[in-house]
């Protein structure tokens, strides 16, 4: 059946079953509050990050860990995971974000640390259509990145911190949200990135989560 997961500032990572509404399992790995979550496409397995700098991978159907890594030299503030469950991203108190290789789950396996960022890494996610993982940070800026290795573009339209972002599936937008409560579009679809409207919110509060709808 459908599964429902979260993980929490206690340290915990919990399922529930989405017909029924009962708890499928609860998960105490980490030694720290759990920011960073990701599920499988395929529904085999979830992915969790944490600020004791880990990354653990559990099996989606018992909650049983299947492998882990240690991740990043603090705590990790974000995950993501791509469309296709392999690739998953992490970006770190530590400044860097980093690819991991989940073809064999028990090992993740890590195949780029990206460096460019000058303070933490709040926010990670990576392009639908497989060209760029952004990243973006309390220093501002949200940074492209090559998932075949190096840097692309380096994006700028607040001073605040970002902190979260989000593609759009059917086209090459991207949206990126700060702490100053700004919401900025920005279109990808030529070599060069192409900052679009910029929308504010009134009352300024930060935006953590943005989502496009998946056909418009």
Known sequence: GKSLV?????KSVMAWSVDTGKSLWKATVHT???????VDPKGKFVVTASE????RVLNL???QEIGSATAHTAAIYCLAIDPTGRWVATGSADTTVRLWDLAKPSAPKLVQTFRGHTLGVFAVAFDPKGRWLASGGRDG???LWKLTGGAGPSLSYTT???TSLAFQRQSNQMAVGSSDGSIALFDLAGTSPVA???LKQSKGGAIYSLAFHPNK
Do not use: E, I, Y
Not at 6 to 10: G, L, P
């Open 160 to 162: 605040a911190s970002v």
């Open 52 to 55: 004791d700098k880990s990354l």
């Open 6 to 10: 979260a993980v929490s500032h206690d």
């Open 196 to 198: 679009g409207k910029v």
């Open 32 to 38: 720290g509050s759990v920011f960073g979550l990701g």
């Open 61 to 63: 159907s018992n909650g």
């Open 141 to 143: 800026t949200t940074r």
